[in-house]
């Protein structure tokens, strides 16, 4: 007989201000016990040293995680010139330093090669893996790795501040996979003066924005009187899917995991979607020639 699961059978979204200095899979794990939650996630690692939105997934919205991540993400982030660290954020120690100091000119003219679609090599302190290991922790042992540059889309990347010369402020929109202490380090080099990440914040991400966040202060009242106001349905991550409505035999159909027919969907032959009854998310679908094929059944 299967073991029941402790906590509520909680579906659905939590929008968390991440402070700095903290964890993102603590603040997972402190908004799980703050709900009482069964199951838990979240939807893009934040740094302990950055700050801003962190999309915590309950229950079987730990199934659209890999949707919520596809889509853009709006950093705000403060490079610190003149320094190179061996983390490329405030936490490394100083490996090169420079007296140059370019000015706002220089700035957004290097700015321009960082737009559109680049290849940036990952921090050496990074979850990348390098032959089943993690690369921060190779990093640590003392191991000097030479990463494979990634592929990153940049929408933009523009200068929001400098409020002295050793300082720039910028606000970048990227897809997924996109370093920004990468993204200060190779500015510092492609400006001939060294840089890194001294302060960072996450403003958007997916569809979800950190104005709709929580403190992660109030997750300790909330474990006291409740806090399910606060909550986002499962579909809120997956704004980027059109929706196709079904009626409850076809729904009953995706739930066993059988395509089900629909006599009407402004779909292409491939395209993904949302298949939804009575408002209610059931499964994310497949469209092929008339028939939905279940790839993600939520039981809710």
Known sequence: MARKKKGRPLHGWLLVDKPKGITSTAVVNKARWAFQAQKAGHAGTLDPLATGLLAVAFGEATKTVAYAQEGLKTYRFT??????????????????????????????????????????????????????????????????????????????LDILDRPDPDHVTLEMVCGKGGYVRSIARDLGEALGC????????????????????????????????????YLLPLAAGLSDLSEVR????????????????VTYAALDYGDEALAVVDGEAVAIVTYKAGMLHPTRVFVL
């Open 194 to 229: 060294h840089g890194y990440v001294a302060d960072l914040r996450r403003m958007e991400s997916g569809g979800f924005s950190v104005t709709q966040a929580i403190p992660f202060d109030l997750l300790d009242q909330i474990r006291e009187t409740g806090g399910d106001e």
């Open 79 to 156: 490079v610190r010139l003149g320094i190179r660290t061996t983390t490329d954020d405030a936490e490394g120690e100083a490996i090169a330093t420079s007296q140059a100091r370019p000015d706002d000119a220089q700035i957004k003219y290097a700015l321009l090669a960082f737009k559109g679609d680049i290849e940036q090599v990952p921090p050496q302190f990074s979850a990348v893996k390098v032959d089943g290991e993690r690369a921060y922790d190779l990093a640590r042992d003392g191991v000097d790795l030479d990463l494979e540059a990634r592929p990153l889309y940049v929408e933009r």
């Open 246 to 261: 079904i009626r409850a035999p076809e729904a009953a159909r995706l739930r066993n995991g059988n395509p089900a027919p």
